[in-house]
């Protein structure tokens, strides 16, 4: 699908920069540039050939110095005509440029419209799209090589190839309602739909792992005053810590920071403070730090190595009860030689578990304050959190929308196929394989509606 008219935006970030760049698309891209750019050496435009000249307005006055490239489609990010104009990167300059464009016959783009572009003219897919999001989005490298694994299209590909192994059986089962059985050539179908089957709970199995790379998990911290909770924190977002991006919806505050452990975006909320606030304030802390322990996918109970379990600790204790849970025993430091920090670790462990009444998932020694057993508290987390121990390959479904869709795919196709082998009638099977190939299609994009795609276009920021 060709678009007739030519969009054009400001495609880097507002504010200040080296650089700032206009993007044109559009059937218009070359003519509009041809009005708004004099190179400096005259000629033909050659596609992918970048030249020096000025961006000038309608009278032909120069608005700036500029580097320009004119790409043709279908060999464009849009698949169209598109152009790119780079100037100096302040705030003024690239609203004139883009003004220039507006002038000479383009129009406004929306948010994401130049991403839009791409998939209506199906030079990219809707998991592509949706990686494109998560590109930008990216807070830890795992997160970004998922991303870009998953915009070099081996889900779109491992999709089509399960929808390949769908379409034989759904059109046998078709051709069998409209032909007496005798007419139509016997077909094997019970092996392409249990092939089907096994890819599409393969993929839904990698969902657990890939979702918590892309969305992060959250770990609260609990324990008494003093037991080190802030330090470790601290301590855990010093390893490495994840890019963090302001996510609508998220009320971020002091205690609530972004760690990247192992490659997993792990929001740490630290309850110090709020449980020992003082009295009028009090009740309030106490309902907080139940909702950061409701919240939590994890929960990192800190205790003093040196120190006793006593009673003051079996309300915080009663908290983790429901929840997994790792017993952090820190300031190991403090504890002279490695046979008494094990004894110390058994002990307390035991002494917790009885307080607890269950066992912990984990239990790690550690000083927040030399940075002793940090490492392995990391990898503990990430273990717990992604439920594996193996690291990624880089083949994990890593959205909530995709496994859904997948899972009800994987649902549909069992249905065929338990129908198919107990002899039910070809018509209800097709009903079966139908909704599996239009699951499929709502994660690719071929069977979605236009809320769905509002929605996710709405996202991008306008220039995308
Ligand atoms: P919170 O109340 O649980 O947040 O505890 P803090 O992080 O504020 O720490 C309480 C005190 O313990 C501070 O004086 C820290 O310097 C000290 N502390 C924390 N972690 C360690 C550690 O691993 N070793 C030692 N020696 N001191 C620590």
Redo the contacts with the bound molecule.
Sequence with gaps: MMYDDTIAAVATPPGEGGIGIVRISGKDALSVLERIFVPVRPGRWKPYRMRYGHVVDGAGARVDEALAVFMRGPRSFTAEDTVEISVHGGPLVVERVLQQALAAGARAANPGEFTMRAFLNGRIDLTQVEATLDIITARTTTALALAEAQLGGWLSHELRRIRDLLMDPLAYCTALVDFPEDEVEPQDVETPLTAAVQALDTLVATAEQGIIYRQGARATLV??????????LNALLRIDRAIVTPIPGTTRDTLEETANLEGVPVVLT?T??IV?SVDPVERLGVERSRQAVALADLLLL?VEGASQPVDDDREIVALTRDKRTVLIV?????IDGTDAVQECMAFLKCAYENLRGVPFDATVA?????GQGLDMLGATVARLLLGVSSPADGRLVTNVRHRDALARAATHARDALDSFRRGVSPDLVAVDLTAAINAIGEVTGEAVGDDLLHAIFSRFCIGK
């Design positions: 324990g008494r005053p003093n037991a080190g909770k802030s330090s470790l630290d110090a403070g020992e800190v820190n300031k190991i430091d403090l550690v000083s927040a304050l030399t």
